[in-house]
């Protein structure tokens, strides 16, 4: 078995891309969807290092919900970029702050 502080250091660099991703890419809001998308990989990696390692299943279980609720909102965040995008034909997040106002 593989020992937990190396996917320990996986999974900080996986956040830390992520957390980098973020602050490049802050203009298009699908990448920041995407980057909010890999800090939860990051860190469930984690939790699945470490329920492997002290063998339970808790870890796991609790990353299949943070999983399953991360692609929820991830599928209503897309949908409303989606109408954004069929509305104004940009996804800029400087422009969706102007949604605020409209709404």
Excluded: H
Aim: with cysteine; proline share 1%.
């Amino acid at each position: 078995m593989i020992d937990p502080s190396v996917i320990n250091g996986l999974s900080a660099v996986v956040f830390c891309v992520a957390i980098a991703g973020l602050v490049i890419n802050l203009d298009n809001l699908i990448k920041v969807f995407l980057c909010v998308e890999l800090m939860f990989l990051g860190v469930s990696l984690n939790f699945i290092a470490y329920a492997a390692a002290w063998q339970q299943v808790d870890g796991q279980v609790f990353v299949v919900f943070v999983l399953t609720v991360a692609a929820a909102e991830s599928a209503v965040g897309l949908g409303m970029l989606v109408f954004y995008f069929r509305q104004k034909s940009n996804v800029s997040l400087a422009q969706g702050n102007q949604l605020k106002d409209e709404l």
